[in-house]
T-cell receptor
Framework: EAGVAQSPRYKIIEKRQSVAFWCNPISGHATLYWYQQILGQGPKLLIQFQNNGVVDDSQLPKDRFSAERLKGVDSTLKIQPAKLEDSAVYLC????????????FGPGTRLTVL | AQKVTQAQTEISVVEKEDVTLDCVYETRDTTYYLFWYKQPPSGELVFLIRRNSFDEQNEISGRYSWNFQKSTSSFNFTITASQVVDSAVYFCALSNTGGFKTNFGAGTRLFVKA
């Protein structure tokens, strides 16, 4: 079974530029999560999708971050414009269902904002 | 509001020692789910265990065991006879009744020396 795929693995941009990350979850997984993990900290949930609908985006900085999951499969997270404090690893995870389910994580995208 | 506290930032042990990683949580929900994940140096988080709030039975899986105590809001993780391959960052996580709002602790970095 293929795992959660993410691309790119690394990205370096200047502040105020835009960047997009892509995630393809495990086939059949209804729930998709985007996390931000700053160095030395635990993952922080940014947004959670159930199929193609958003069920929680309370911690997403909506003035600069956006995410979509068209057709309920793969997803894109965008930052526009980026700030220095956005430097982090962006993790995508998926689970079969929303409730009481283990999350399978992708390898992450390491973003450096200069 | 939910919160997960992992007070131990780093632990260093010698191979074959037993080690316990502490996790204390806060939630107003009566039904919730607790998880442990491992993040090895490669970076990809790996699910270890989930527990729902109704099930206070301790669990053992090989060298791993978990002690869930609702009375003290703790969900501690013990590795028996630690091995070098156990070196990683371990995260405790909590999600609410509906499977929303997964909160991770800051993690405990475990070093196992040969």
């Amino acid at each position: 079974e293929a795992g959660v795929a993410q691309s790119p693995r690394y990205k370096i941009i200047e502040k105020r530029q835009s960047v997009a990350f892509w995630c393809n979850p495990i086939s059949g997984h209804a729930t998709l999560y985007w996390y931000q993990q700053i160095l030395g900290q635990g993952p922080k949930l940014l947004i959670q999708f159930q199929n193609n609908g958003v069920v929680d985006d309370s911690q997403l900085p909506k003035d600069r971050f956006s995410a979509e999951r068209l057709k309920g499969v793969d997803s894109t997270l965008k930052i526009q414009p980026a700030k220095l404090e956005d430097s982090a690893v962006y993790l995508c995870a998926s689970s079969l269902e929303r409730i009481n389910n283990e999350q399978f994580f992708g390898p992450g995208t390491r973003l450096t904002v200069l | 509001a939910q919160k997960v506290t992992q007070a131990q930032t780093e632990i260093s042990v010698v191979e074959k020692e037993d080690v316990t990683l502490d996790c204390v949580y806060e939630t107003r929900d009566t039904t919730y789910y607790l998880f442990w994940y491992k993040q090895p140096p490669s970076g990809e988080l790996v699910f270890l265990i989930r527990r729902n709030s109704f099930d206070e039975q301790n669990e053992i899986s090989g060298r791993y065991s978990w002690n869930f105590q609702k009375s003290t809001s703790s969900f501690n993780f013990t590795i028996t006879a630690s091995q070098v391959v156990d070196s990683a960052v371990y995260f405790c996580a909590l999600s609410n009744t509906g499977g929303f709002k997964t909160n991770f602790g800051a993690g405990t970095r475990l070093f196992v020396k040969a």
